[in-house]
């Protein structure tokens, strides 16, 4: 039974001697691998040009230490090593220094609004107050209408961050076509608005409310333009109805407008959007009028300003026009004024005498009189397109226009170029030419025109009104020049009122004087005083206290000296904000005095009359223009005919002519005369200019 026990023994020392033998072993193995796996580390490292890394091994372990140039170097250093040490695990020691003049994130953040809705984006600190502006602009965008793409990174916040992001976000929230930039100490806006007044509240506001060390760049436009006239014009004919002009303050009103018009059979058409409205019922009365042409078969509406002018070809049944003219008075705001008329029937050719006429309409001209065939028609009707835009013709064939005839049609025509409301008549005698110019050489340059295309020898009479303000070198402000300049003032100084009242606070002299420099040049225009109101308190109590400031202002203005004949006094109360009411600072924003054009024409106390300029081609230049009588207070033209002209008497006598100025029956006529042949006292010389750069008549000598 003892058998099994040296066996047991000789097995266990056999194991210690091979337990012995692989410690031995991997005492001997270790340090070998080891400094092959480092070498192969090192020399990977060196081949890569990552000299700056330093490598110890322990063991498998291959740790890497060094300070790496940047974080690139860094991570291409540590992918080397890990590629050369085949089954060794790395562990990275090194070290990434950061620069100490490590440029900052360049902050910026950038708020659109539009019709679509708002949306914000950018880069901005932690510590920029992001709940706030969210806030913010999402109650002025509206529910569900706001965009955030703002990130935020952690760095700290440039000096006055917070404050000049709270600045553009104030601002764009008051303006609802907008692009506001926000970058460390600058805001830059660039926006649209409505007109030009708004335009001037809204840089007064920004910069009244701009942060110390913010630099602020606006770029804020006005684009809808001042159209004038006002106008709108719609033909029926039987090919069908024509929205030949319109104009519209409002897309509301446009799209009510477009509308009637559309249902009254005219085809799409466009209607301008623009400032200049001379009331603010301007659609209801185009929707009248396009309604009492739709109850016709024909006519024509036009409405310029506050005119209104109705009218219907002959054959329309006269219980049909009179029932649409009595809709139409009915219909139509106070603030305007109709004509209506049946155009007479035509009479037969032969019974006439000879004769064409053409007269400017709204955006276009009139033709109507005697031709010699269809051709001349056609080529005349295309350089009145060409010049002046859309024709009305109602030309006639004549069998009887004498030479040379069309050749005196087309140079009238070309002559009345350049004219405001421009009409020409040609007869065989005489081609006649009246219109408003702001040229003082506009007769010298007419002459110069007919005598090009006609030769010499052919009469002709021109009735011209100089008006200075269409004269580009007369400096005469607009009725919008005018308003701006009054909102700027109102800007800049602004009249204050005691509370909950209609009692001026303070001394408005400076102000008023002011206003008054102002006025001294923009007396003619009739301008609205508008006074306006915050939300606080009842509708109908604010307009009343609205009405009642700005009929102090206008008190204010005529105890102070100045011309109010023109100006008138409207309260809107709460009705037309230009800034949030749920802040101090919108509220006393809306709390104004603000100046509007009802009409960018003038108010002349007289109408303007023309100067009488005869002559004949090929003559004598005609002087430069004054203001004259009208022709109607000048010597009958049938006697005028009926003596020989002064240039007949002059070359009967060998005499040579020039251009003289002469008196006659108050009237100013400009003739060619020789000095013998005046009759009558001879005026002085030409008196210089006033100030203002316009040559007066003096008064007739007595006689």
């Not at 860094?74 to 100490?100: L, N, S, Y």
């Not at 932690?126 to 793409?149: S, W």
């Not at 001042?226 to 719609?234: D, G, K, M, T």
């Not at 509370?499 to 002299?509: F, K, Y």
């Amino acid at each position: 039974m003892a058998g099994p026990a040296p066996s047991r023994f000789l097995g266990l020392v056999l194991l210690g001697w091979g337990a012995v033998g692989a410690y031995e072993a991997a005492q001997w193995a270790s340090p070998r691998v080891e400094g092959w796996l480092e070498d192969r580390v090192e020399t990977a490292l060196a081949a890569g040009g990552f000299g700056w890394a330093r490598v110890a091994g322990d063991g498998l372990t291959v740790r890497l230490e060094g300070a790496a140039p940047d974080a690139v170097a860094h991570v291409r250093a540590v992918a080397t090593a890990t590629g050369a040490a085949t089954f060794g695990r790395i562990e990275d020691a090194i070290t990434v220094p950061t620069p100490a003049d490590a440029a900052p994130p360049s902050f910026r953040i950038e708020v659109l609004r539009n019709e679509q809705g708002t949306s914000v984006i950018g880069l901005a600190p932690r510590a920029t107050d992001r709940e706030e502006l969210v806030a913010e602009l999402g109650r002025a965008a509206g529910p569900g209408r706001l965009t955030d793409l703002v990130e935020l990174v952690e760095q700290p916040a440039p000096e006055g961050w917070n404050e000049t992001v709270a600045f553009a976000v104030q601002a764009a929230a008051r303006m609802p076509r907008a692009k506001v930039s926000v970058t460390p100490g600058q805001v830059r806006i660039d926006a649209v608005t409505d007109g030009q007044a708004e335009k001037a509240q809204l840089e007064q506001a920004l910069a009244d409310t701009v942060p110390e060390g913010v630099a602020l760049v606006t770029n804020i436009t006005a684009p809808r333009p001042v159209i004038a006239p006002f106008a709108l014009e719609l033909v029926r004919t039987p090919q069908g109805t024509r929205l030949t002009r319109c104009a519209a303050d409002s897309e509301a009103a446009r799209d009510r407008i477009l509308a009637a018009a559309a249902q009254a059979g005219a085809d799409t058409a466009a209607c301008d959007l623009g400032l200049g409205a001379p009331s603010p019922e301007w659609d209801q009365a185009a929707l009248a009028g396009i309604g009492a042409l739709d109850a016709l078969p024909a006519g024509r509406l036009e409405i310029s300003g506050t005119r209104v002018t109705l009218t219907a070809p002959h054959d329309v049944p006269q219980a049909d026009f009179d029932a649409a003219r009595d809709r139409l008075t009915r219909e139509l705001p106070r603030a305007f004024t109709l004509a209506a008329m049946l155009d007479p029937a035509p009479e037969e050719a032969d019974d006439q005498p000879l004769r064409f006429e053409a007269s400017m309409t709204n955006g276009g001209v009139r033709l109507q009189g005697a031709i010699p065939d269809d051709s001349m028609g056609a080529a005349l009707e295309s350089l009145a397109s060409a010049r002046f835009g859309t024709v009305e013709s109602a030309l006639a064939l004549r069998g009887d226009t004498p030479p040379g005839w069309t050749a005196r049609v087309m140079a009238a025509l070309e002559a009345m170029d350049g004219l405001q409301e421009g009409a020409v008549a040609v007869t065989p005698d005489l081609i006649r030419i009246g219109g408003t110019t702001g040229s003082p050489t506009a007769a010298q340059a007419i002459a110069e025109r007919l005598g090009t295309r006609l030769g010499n020898g052919v009469p002709y009479e021109l009735a011209l009104i100089y008006d200075p303000r269409l004269d580009p070198a007369v400096d005469l402000p607009s009725g919008e020049d005018c308003v701006d300049a009054l909102n700027a003032t109102m800007q800049q100084s602004a009249i204050g009122f005691e509370p909950n009242r209609d009692v001026i606070a303070g001394d408005a002299a400076p102000v008023i004087e002011a206003l008054a420099a102002t006025m001294q040049r923009c007396a003619g225009f009739r301008i609205e005083i508008g006074g306006h109101t915050d939300s606080q308190g009842a509708d109908s109590i604010n307009r009343e206290l609205s009405a009642a400031r700005a009929r102090a202002v206008l008190a204010a203005m005529t105890e102070g000296g100045i011309d109010t004949a023109n100006l008138a006094a409207v309260g809107y109360g709460e009705t037309r904000p230009v800034a949030p009411n749920d802040t101090e600072a919108g509220r006393e924003a809306n709390r104004r005095i603000e100046f509007r054009l009802i009409s960018p024409h003038p108010v002349n106390e007289r109408p303007a009359t023309p100067t009488l300029t005869r002559g004949v081609t090929g003559g004598p230049a005609p002087a430069g223009m004054a203001p004259a009588l009208p022709a109607s207070d000048a010597a009958p033209e049938d006697a005028a005919e009926a003596r020989p002209t002064p240039d007949e008497v002059a070359a009967s006598e060998g005499i040579s002519i020039r251009p003289e100025t002469i008196t006659r029956d108050g009237a100013r006529l400009t003739t060619p005369v020789p000095p013998p042949l005046v009759q009558g006292p001879m005026l002085a010389p030409e008196p210089e200019p006033e100030p203002d750069g316009i040559r007066r008549p003096r008064a007739r000598p007595e006689d």
